[in-house]
């Protein structure tokens, strides 16, 4: 019996210090946790004075915008997406890349005859410039790349789409297949392919290459030439020649 009441103690006395512990580690762990926060809030502060001091600079200067939000994702916050509140009204974020958005559309639509919705992101940037002209704030590669992926929230095709050592921006709801992109980081270096050149460097058979490039011709991404000196067709891709 002495034994039975010993026993019945000491898993009692466990349990307890079982439950104290679990009790002082949900203590600690808030604890941790209102610091964190106490820690981001003093810090949202400093930013926000930092934003109303620099705002022209981070109006006005792309790398140092792309610093700026590089900082800000350390805590979580993107004042580069928001299109309400503090940011917005301190930066005026919002409208810049709104109006950004809408010539990166304007662009895209009227060189989609000639490039079928592809165009390598250097050419956009560097059409983006030239329509903007001086009066308007610098713009930078990581500018467009912002916008575009702001507009991708609409579902209308606007995409950024990686390429071998290329970036380029797609504006047509289709969807490139891993065939599709086989073949236009060939053309990168030249700016075309062939037949030929396509089975010989992916090693593929006469019928895929017939179906991917009528794909590709198909949507207005590819051109066919059939004048070349040496008779063979080629298929250019107008998208991927930079400006």
């Known amino acids: 019996m002495r034994r ?4 019945v103690a000491a898993v009692s006395q466990k349990r307890a210090r079982e439950e104290l512990m679990k009790q002082q580690g949900t203590e600690i762990a808030q604890l941790q946790v209102q ?24 109006n006005s200067d792309p790398e ?10 350390t805590i979580g916050v993107d004042p580069l997406k928001s299109s309400k509140g503090f940011w917005a009204d301190v930066l005026g974020v919002g409208d810049f890349y709104y ?3 809408i010539q990166i559309v304007e662009i895209c639509m009227k060189t989609r ?3 079928g919705g592809l165009i390598e992101m250097e050419s956009l940037v560097s059409m983006l410039r030239e329509k903007r002209g001086d009066h308007a704030g610098k713009i930078s590669r990581f500018d467009v ?4 992926q702001k507009l991708s929230i609409f579902g209308n ?5 990686k390429i071998g050592e290329s970036l380029l921006v797609q504006s047509m709801p289709m969807e490139l297949s891993p065939d599709h992109t086989t073949i236009i980081g060939l053309a990168n270096k030249l700016g075309y392919v062939t037949a030929p050149m396509i089975e010989a460097q992916l ?4 019928s895929r290459v017939n179906l991917v490039t009528h794909q590709l011709l198909k949507e207005g991404i590819a051109w066919l030439d059939n004048g070349a000196e040496d008779g063979i067709t080629q298929f250019w891709f107008p998208g991927i020649v930079q400006a």
């Open 145 to 148: 790349e912002r916008s575009v």
């Open 113 to 115: 005859e000639l490039n």
């Open 157 to 161: 095709g606007y995409t950024l789409v």
């Open 64 to 73: 140092f915008r792309k610093q700026f939000s590089d900082m800000c994702k």
């Open 203 to 206: 090693g593929w058979t006469p």
């Open 99 to 101: 109006e950004l958005g």
């Open 4 to 7: 039975g009441r010993v026993g």
């Open 35 to 58: 610091q964190v926060q106490e820690q981001i809030k003093n810090f949202t502060e400093h930013l926000e004075k930092f934003a109303i001091k620099y705002k022209d600079n981070i």
